[in-house]
């Protein structure tokens, strides 16, 4: 399901980033997101109470080229900072939630 065109350009207009981001193939996009830092992220196919301290970038899953699910070892840019995608988090179909990590 995607966001009627008005609602998408409200949400853009309040993701506090502009930057880019990089596919593995296919030219660079430049796109508004969020950071959010300081995410606990628990391990997946666990049942522990181990947690990690971590990065997450959201952005709206329309803005990626082909409306495609970013993939693991793609990268977000912003003032110069890399971030690269270690996994997904959540994808509703409209919004994209990425772990990331600074490199």
Do not use: W
């Amino acid at each position: 399901m995607t966001l009627p065109q008005d609602q998408a350009e409200c949400i853009r207009d309040n993701y506090e980033y502009l930057g880019t981001f990089t596919p593995a193939t296919g030219s660079a996009v430049s796109m508004r997101f969020e950071i959010e830092r300081g995410i606990t992220l628990q391990p997946t196919s666990y049942n522990t109470q181990a947690y990690a301290r971590g990065i997450i970038i959201e952005s709206l899953l329309a803005d990626h080229p082909s409306s495609a699910e970013p993939n693991e070892g793609e990268k977000f840019t912003v003032d110069g900072q890399d971030y690269t995608i270690s996994g997904i988090q959540d994808n509703d179909g409209r919004f994209v939630r990425a772990i990331v990590k600074e490199t």
